[in-house]
Nanobody, 120 residues
Framework: HVQLVESGGGSVQAGGSLTLSCAASGHTFSSRCMGWFRQAPGKEREEVALINTVGGSTYFPSSVKGRFTISRDNAKNTVYLQMNSLKPEDTAMYYC??????????????WGQGTQVTVS
């Protein structure tokens, strides 16, 4: 079982930056694909970025490419989402998720409680 705890959310003005962190429990972090998702009020959850076990990253909404960077520190069991040039449309609850042990990025088994990002 993996527990995920997000932090780093908050309220910022448009154009500002935030870095989200997600700390994972256990000893299998390095062998799991990790992802960041977000859900805005009244909208479906969308995948924002994922990072595989060797550090390869993928960004899904075209709107975040070039502005968001996902990274991981396996020594600290932590995945990060650096968000720059924030826009009001980035306002959402951001969730961290972990894939199954073994590295698959096709599904995510564990979820954090979320951290709110509000851009005005």
């Amino acid at each position: 079982h993996v527990q995920l705890v997000e932090s780093g959310g908050g309220s910022v003005q448009a154009g500002g930056s935030l870095t989200l962190s997600c700390a994972a429990s256990g000893h299998t972090f390095s062998s799991r694909c990790m992802g960041w998702f977000r859900q805005a009020p009244g909208k479906e959850r969308e995948e924002v970025a994922l990072i595989n076990t060797v550090g390869g990253s993928t960004y899904f909404p075209s709107s975040v490419k070039g502005r968001f960077t996902i990274s991981r520190d396996n020594a600290k069991n932590t995945v990060y989402l650096q968000m720059n040039s924030l826009k009001p449309e980035d306002t959402a609850m951001y969730y961290c998720a972990a894939g199954p042990n073994g590295g698959s990025c096709s599904a995510f088994s564990y979820w954090g409680q979320g951290t709110q990002v509000t851009v005005s």
